[in-house]
């Protein structure tokens, strides 16, 4: 097994017992990227020179007996909207040509604080404004979507291009991509993760966290990222927790709430197969199932729509009037609708958001998480843009894509996206576990529990054959 | 001294101690509305046969030793937003023709519960949706504004024609009216008080608080006030705290803050003078006098209109498309300016208050209290729309009576107005206290030792002769 097929939590165990060294960790990824990276375009700039300086700082940290932190020496991607001093936030556009970051980001800094080696920028759909990031391939299949927006960062971590990545979540940005890919998405609780250094699409909406391929690697990527910093006006100051799941949890009584409604409307008939297959998993650990209603469900495509469109439109007022011919040209109309949203529109949906966090959290004083699909389907073809149900009405992707992801965000409880097996074609398949404010843990764990039944994953096959991900 | 003219705390001592009964105290009030209503004009609706009915229950229980609470058998008068069952609430409107509430508000439900007498509903502002109250007097002086928009509410505490009352405050609607009435009004933390059957002007900026004669007795009505209601979206869920201040408190030590800026500029030299001599009293009490800096001032009033402009006009969005006729020109032109705001102007205004409240808070770590005047100019007269000042500019009055109190209203943190004489034309002033979210406490302990270093209190001097308030 080459280093760079290694999970996160296994590379930094063989670095800290020396039997791993920063520096052959970050080449093997790097030679990783050369490899598959004109192949999956997930990378919008790698920094090579720069990981490998700071994969011998660590190596000599390391024959000191020095370890920064849990992700000593272990090589990340960042999505391309999070700041890192000195190279370029390009948001995958034209409009940010001549960017130049002079501080890092608040999540960059506290990984490289924990040890990280950062390897490069990843793809993103413009400005996050999409599902699909067009320049990126699956990396189960070149010829369908990388989902999005944050494409790059899920297909990197999928392609072993990347030991883990950071993506942003504005309405399912980290676990649609996840979820297609075949990889672990963490979308924290609003204000856990500071957001301070990275390009907003939606304030109120917006996340970021980890993607990863084993949860445990989702839990060490989060302990380093989570706690207060006043420089992002959301962020909450809470005690630090250390998110990691015990070794071998035991999951008995917890009460794992299965919606009747709404998540499994409009999915494709494979991907619920494999949800309900991973559910009654769930219950074979000992969880308790209980059916849960979900609230206010003909609102939530208009109260994440009326949040974002004139949220987004406002962080991008001045570049729309002057240079509105740099942008794609799906990102400028969404951008150039929301100059025409009226204030009423949108403190409608922000009262619409109120009322619906309070009935989410009113479900989950009865339920501990709640377990759903990620997204209704896998991967689409490049170029396809409207999904077909059975039942004769049609729908675009890209809301179909949001459309699980979403409630996630209006309310800013925590969702993990795990996969759980492929379809007939060979497509990855994402649960998603929602939980109660500020208890990752508990989702986390029941995600590790879960994962744990099943066999090692396997990277996406691409040039290379496939191997497993051994834990060690 | 007529019953009417006690103070809470000493009728509600009196009755415990069997002194006064509930009726004779109601029965004092009510003919002291008979007599002094027609001239100040406080009262939308007087509930004389309830009052009586409720009055001759809480003197039945009180013979049995039964009290309710620390309001039993003590009228109030509310203003004419807050629902009580059986009765309409008229918001002083033609709009609300035929209006008859169905269940009590939450502050009702809980005066009531703490055994308060309601003897009716006082005069706001159209709708709370301005600083006079035009069809209200004041009480000190029939020929100028009561203020606004509890106008009905001040001026009845300071008749005498209430022990007590309750007001809504959006812009400074309880702490203007109470300055220009020369009693004690108290705008509590956002969140502590629930607005569940309160009409709405704007959601983000309404808060419901106490009018009372003195700060002991908004410290009495405040505990009555406040718990946590989830059917107010915004009420917080905190430990119940008895508000009372002790009888002798010590201020020694306590940081009051005194704005270098801002606070002092265009007021009139009378009322700046007046509120310098309070904080140098509170001075001697043992405080420590520290200059502030307050932050973002130039932003105050854009804030402040960006909220409540479109805020209010959802909430009216219906009416003012059927029966726009029927609002006043004054309200209904506001209303319709709603109409026209984008969404970009109205979250501009929100992260401009995220951002203005983390600058107040910090300047809360620095001082317990900070104290200012409450309005920059006593009550102007009947049809005065402007205010000039020495430097030649002029500003709108309610422009001018808005801009010292909404910074509590953006912050969201407590705010209390306390009498601190008169002006050489016998006209009241106010001090304003604020301080830290949900630490009412410490403002009604600096604004109670203050009052004790007083001469008693006047009520307002009308038709009969003004005698002391006398605390027993």
Not at 59 to 88: M, N, S, Y
């Amino acid at each position: 097994m080459q280093p760079y097929e290694l999970s996160l939590a296994a590379a930094a165990r063989q670095i800290r017992a020396r039997r791993l060294s920063p520096v052959e960790l970050v080449d093997s990824v790097l030679d990783r990227i050369e490899q598959v990276d004109p192949q999956v375009r997930a990378y919008v700039a790698v920094t090579a020179e720069q990981a490998r300086g700071a994969a011998r700082e660590a190596e000599r940290e390391a024959a000191r007996g020095v370890f920064r932190g849990p992700l000593h020496g272990v090589p990340a991607g960042l999505k391309d909207l999070i700041d890192v001093a000195g190279t370029p936030t390009t948001a995958s556009s034209r409009v940010r040509a001549g960017h130049r970051a002079a501080a890092d980001s608040t999540v960059a800094a506290r990984l490289r604080a924990a040890g990280a080696v950062l390897v490069g920028k990843t793809h993103t759909h413009e400005f996050a404004y999409g599902l699909t990031t067009p320049q990126t391939g699956n990396a189960w299949d070149g010829g369908r979507v990388a989902g999005g927006s944050s494409g790059g960062s899920a297909v990197a971590v999928a392609a072993g291009a990347a030991t883990f990545a950071l993506g942003t979540d504005t309405g399912g940005s980290i676990r649609v991509p996840a979820a297609l890919n075949g990889v672990v998405g963490l979308k924290p609780t609003y204000g856990l993760v500071p957001r301070h250094g990275i390009t907003s699409l939606s304030w109120s909406l917006d996340h970021v966290g980890p993607i990863t391929r084993t949860v445990e690697d989702a839990a060490l990527v989060l302990t380093a990222l989570a706690g207060h910093d006043p420089r992002d006006p959301a962020s909450v100051d809470r005690p630090a927790v250390d998110h990691r799941p015990e070794q071998e949890p035991d999951l008995t009584g917890v009460r794992v709430g299965v919606p009747g409604n709404y998540y499994f409307d409009h999915v494709d008939a494979e991907v619920a197969a494999a949800v309900r297959r991973a559910v009654a998993q769930l219950e074979a650990l000992g969880t308790r199932l209980v059916e849960v209603d979900i609230p206010m469900t003909r609102y939530i495509q208009a109260i994440q729509w009326g949040l974002m469109v004139p949220e987004a439109t406002a962080y991008h007022e001045r570049t729309l009037r002057t240079v509105p011919e740099l942008y794609q040209a799906d990102v400028r109309i969404l951008l150039e609708a929301g100059e025409l949203m009226g204030a009423g529109d949108y403190l409608r949906a922000q009262r619409a958001r109120t009322l619906m966090r309070g009935e989410w959290n009113r479900i989950l004083e009865e339920v501990d998480v709640i377990a759903a699909p990620a997204v209704p389907m896998t991967a689409v073809r490049v170029g396809q843009e409207t999904a077909t149900w059975p039942d004769g009405t049609t729908e675009q992707v890209s809301d179909a894509y949001v459309r699980l992801s979403s409630p996630a965000n209006i309310t800013g409880l925590p969702a993990l996206s795990v996969p759980v097996g492929h379809d007939t074609a060979g497509l990855p398949i994402g649960m998603q576990l929602l939980g109660r404010p500020f208890d990752e843990r508990t989702l986390l764990r029941v995600g590790h529990a879960y994962e744990r039944t099943q066999p090692a994953r396997v990277l996406a096959p691409l040039a290379a054959p496939a191997t497993p991900v051994a834990p060690e």
